[in-house]
């Protein structure tokens, strides 16, 4: 086994048994106590978990939201991967709205720039990254900004969704399951969430695999308001098939 599967098998039996202990997995993996606190300082730099006596615990557990920094430099190649089969939702002219997050980052990035598009988005370095390029309009939902995420919620943010009307929206999300739907760990972010589905004709959800069977403090939307899933190649088969189930269109890069 790898260092990449055993993190991951780390990472699935840490969520599905609400912590882990080094000296299990050592045992279970057939590897050294030495090799498994080193994969659990790799997850926690990762953002994933977070060490505690003995073993450790899911951030989700905790009631914990990895700052930006740490959310983006996770599953790098799976977020590009799912940013590049999104650039298929886009219309082929009119206006989008890019939710804040990570791979909705790696989204704009990749718009081409032979399309005129208006870009509305929460997510301050999203803006950031697109105000430069001549072929797009870019609008900045105003709030409160949140140091976290860098994204603008609140009260500001709901009024200006109310009065909007996109194509497309690609939204992300914390956490996706058959059960709960989608969820975010705050309040704030998950009302604008909310709201930005009710601003567009269809809706994308980003989502790689790790967001998948996890749930959070708030819920903000049911899979049959999501049109299309797009995540990646890590999602266990029969549960991609329970969430096509479920209502939308599941797509994996």
Not at 44 to 58: D, N, Q
Not at 116 to 141: C, D, F, K, Q
Not at 189 to 209: C, N
Not at 225 to 239: K, N, R
């Amino acid at each position: 086994m790898y260092a990449e599967e055993r993190q991951q098998w780390i990472v699935e039996n840490a969520r599905s048994a609400g912590r882990v202990d080094v000296a299990a997995i050592a045992e279970a993996l057939d590897v050294t106590t030495e090799t498994i606190r080193r994969d659990l300082k790799v997850l926690e730099r990762h953002g994933l978990l977070r060490r505690v006596h003995g073993g450790a615990i899911p951030v989700e557990r905790l009631g914990f939201e990895p700052g930006l920094a740490a959310r983006d430099a996770v599953l790098t190649s799976e977020k590009e991967r799912i940013a590049k089969l999104a650039l298929a939702e886009l219309p082929a002219e009119g206006s989008v709205l890019l939710d804040a997050g990570t791979t909705t980052a790696r989204l704009a990035e990749a718009l081409p720039l032979d399309r005129e598009l208006v870009v509305v988005t929460n997510g301050l370095p999203i803006a950031m990254s697109l105000s430069a390029r001549p072929n797009l309009t870019v609008l900045l939902v105003g709030g409160r900004v949140r140091g976290r995420t860098l994204a603008a919620v609140d009260s500001w943010a709901l009024k200006a969704l109310e009065d909007t009307y996109v194509d497309v929206a690609f939204v992300g999300t914390n956490g996706l399951s058959i059960e709960r739907g989608l969820t975010t760990p705050d309040h704030n972010e998950a009302a604008v969430k909310r709201a930005m589905i009710g601003s567009a004709r269809r809706t994308v959800l980003l989502a790689d695999h790790s967001k998948v069977g996890v749930d959070h403090l708030a819920r903000f939307a049911a899979l049959d308001d999501i049109d299309v899933v797009i995540s990646d190649t890590g999602l266990d088969a029969g549960y991609a098939e329970r969430l096509r189930a479920a209502g939308p269109r599941v797509v994996l890069a």
